[in-house]
T-cell receptor, first 110, second 114 residues
Framework: DAKTTQPNSMESNEEEPVHLPCNHS???????IHWYRQLPSQGPEYVIH???SNVNNRMASLAIAEDRKSSTLILHRATLRDAAVYYC???????????FGTGTSLTVIP | DTEVTQTPKHLVMGMTNKKSLKCEQH?????MYWYKQKAKKPPELMFV???????INESVPSRFSPECPNSSLLNLHLHALQPEDSALYLC?????????????FGPGTRLLVL
């Protein structure tokens, strides 16, 4: 199973953009890149996912490197409610294995 | 309805007790998962059920016994646990075998073993 590496923690000022990086150098051609976040005292929740192309949704954007060995989750305007641990996950072609990386704890400063 | 429910929310048990955790979803998902999460650590996959059959067991000790009685329900039976088994136990569900699909998580059961 492929692994991901992320910085342990990051800080952002409120209403500023945040770029959360993830390295996944052992990614295979059929692995999807998923991002989830976990707010305090809650289960993880889906943020965004992609395969090769950059993706946008109402929560965030996902920028995937051309060689797919890294990706960046972009929160366009951080709010206090975005303070959470963000996990970058590779999901294999069979889809049933879902291994979390160590995650990045995001602190948003008012 | 995109909700995964878990009961109980909190559980305290002694090392000789037998208890069960329950997870339920009504999204028609045929893959269901149990994770264990220690404080300040990421969730660790324990078991995966696909179409009500156990497809992945991540070398979990036999004192944890999963059960999937139907496509909506997932149980985790606990017996003779150790204090180090104290953790947040998360349940999740998704369509099976589709890596582009979202996995939906419940809020978890916080277990304390005394």
């Amino acid at each position: 199973d492929a692994k991901t590496t992320q910085p342990n923690s990051m800080e952002s000022n409120e209403e500023e953009p945040v770029h959360l990086p993830c390295n996944h150098s052992t990614i295979s051609g059929t692995d999807y890149i998923h991002w989830y976040r976990q707010l305090p005292s809650q289960g993880p929740e889906y943020v965004i996912h992609g395969l090769t192309s950059n993706v946008n949704n109402r929560m965030a954007s996902l920028a995937i490197a051309e060689d797919r060995k890294s990706s960046t989750l972009i929160l366009h305007r951080a709010t206090l409610r975005d303070a959470a641990v963000y996990y970058c996950i590779l999901r294999d072609w069979a889809g049933n294995q879902f291994y979390f990386g160590t995650g990045t704890s995001l602190t948003v400063i008012p | 309805d995109t909700e995964v429910t878990q009961t109980p929310k909190h559980l305290v048990m002694g090392m000789t007790n037998k208890k069960s955790l329950k997870c339920e979803q009504h999204m028609g998902h045929r893959a269901m998962y149990w994770y264990k999460q220690k404080a300040k650590k990421p969730p660790e996959l324990m078991f995966v059920y696909s179409y009500e059959k156990l497809s992945i067991n991540e070398s979990v000790p036999s004192r944890f016994s999963p059960e999937c009685p139907n496509s909506s329900l997932l149980n985790l039976h606990l017996h003779a646990l150790q204090p180090e088994d104290s953790a947040l136990y998360l349940c999740a569900s998704s369509p099976p075998g589709q890596p582009q699909e979202t996995q939906y998580f419940g809020p978890g059961t916080r277990l304390l073993v005394l």
